[in-house]
């Protein structure tokens, strides 16, 4: 089993940063971003594997970036140049088995550990 716990978000003007954090109580090989917006489907935003193989939504290319700290079990999300479309709730999901980065963004219903959410607002 294991637990992820996000942190980070909060609410900014458009253009503006934030990082997001998701803290894993052991290891996992593949991580990721999703996030959800009220009367939207869930959304891949980021994946990551062990080393470091990424891949993007293309909503967010050139804008995010994605990464860990193996060390200490932690997934990250800088979000630069945000807009109010990213608005959202965003989760962070893992799995102990390797996913490409790709198929893990379009398998949600696959992962079987999620963190409790931490809600991104964003203002124009």
């Known amino acids: 089993q294991v637990q992820l716990v996000e942190s980070g978000g909060g609410s900014v003007q458009s253009g503006g940063s934030l990082r997001l954090s998701c803290q894993a109580s052991?290891?996992?090989?593949?991580m990721g971003w999703f996030r959800q917006a009220p009367g939207k489907e869930r959304e891949g935003v980021a994946a990551?594997?062990?080393?470091?193989?990424?891949n993007y939504a293309e909503s967010v290319k050139g804008r995010f970036t994605i990464s860990r700290d193996n060390a200490n079990d932690t997934l990250y999300l800088q979000m630069n140049s945000l807009k109010p479309e990213d608005t959202a709730m965003y989760y962070c999901?893992?799995?102990?088995?390797?996913?490409?980065?790709?198929?893990?963004?379009?398998?949600?219903?696959?992962?079987?550990?999620w963190g409790q959410g931490t809600q991104v607002t964003v203002s124009s």
């Open positions: 990551i594997t062990n080393n470091a193989n990424t």
């Open positions: 052991r290891y996992t090989y593949s």
């Open positions: 999901a893992a799995d102990y088995k390797f996913w490409a980065p790709s198929i893990f963004l379009r398998n949600p219903s696959s992962l079987p550990y």
